[in-house]
């Protein structure tokens, strides 16, 4: 079974992401475009959210009018740390959001991925989940999130992210191929150290201004 991979292409988009690659641009300003392509994102990735109709009153009349269905529940999990990013942003689109949260890091001797922190709402096998984090690189840190989000059963996981590179969409999919990931763009390849090329750097450190 394949993955279902959707490169959002919104002018919008990638006029904000070309402006997060430069290097010029600074903290604060990389913060307000990762925030604002994130509500962007968030519109293409609920699109297929189900409406009911509801009798409302508007100031001339009345009229059976469309809202989201009510069991339509949802959760935001943010990978820790840059995937705070992106949580800004949805949930500035979905405030009713619950959200989540996942902390990993990479073992500098055995490459392995280790959980130093898992958060996630109680009802959340009632819930569809919305991982986010700014890249996929290698892959394996999105497949450890999905790994650990697995085990707790939502009803359904949907991955959002930047910034892909193909080495990683390959290997998330071999994992998890019945997980849609939604980016903004796929790279070229990924570098001997594991960075995404041309890519914009470390989401992380230019977000929170660190090196």
Do not use: W
């Not at 041309?198 to 450190?205: R, S, V």
Request: aromatic share 6%; net charge neutral; glycine share 6%.
């Amino acid at each position: 079974m394949s993955g279902e991979v959707h490169v959002i292409a919104h002018p919008l988009v990638q006029h904000k992401l070309t402006l997060m690659r430069r290097v010029e641009t600074s903290t604060a300003k990389f913060r307000a475009l990762l925030r604002e392509i994130s509500m962007l994102l968030a519109y293409e990735v609920t699109r297929d959210l189900p409406i009911k109709r509801e009798k409302i009153q508007t100031p001339l009349a009345t009229m059976e009018a469309p809202v989201l269905a009510p069991d339509k529940k949802m959760v935001v999990v943010s990978i820790m740390r840059a995937g705070q990013g992106i949580l800004d942003g949805i949930l500035e689109l979905i405030p009713s959001a619950r959200v989540g949260h996942i902390g990993l890091y990479r073992d500098p001797r055995t490459l392995a991925i280790i959980e130093y922190y898992f958060k996630v709402p109680y009802d959340v096998i009632e819930r569809d989940v919305l991982v986010v984090d700014p890249m996929i690189a290698t892959g394996n840190t999105a497949i450890a999130a999905v790994n650990r989000l697995k085990q707790v059963g939502p009803r359904s996981i949907r991955f959002v992210c930047l910034l892909a590179a193909p080495e990683g969409v390959q290997q998330f999919h071999r994992q998890h191929a019945d997980v849609p990931l939604y980016t903004a763009a796929i790279d070229e390849h990924l570098d001997n150290h594991g960075y995404i090329i041309p890519g914009l750097g470390d989401a992380g450190d230019r977000l929170f201004g660190t090196s």
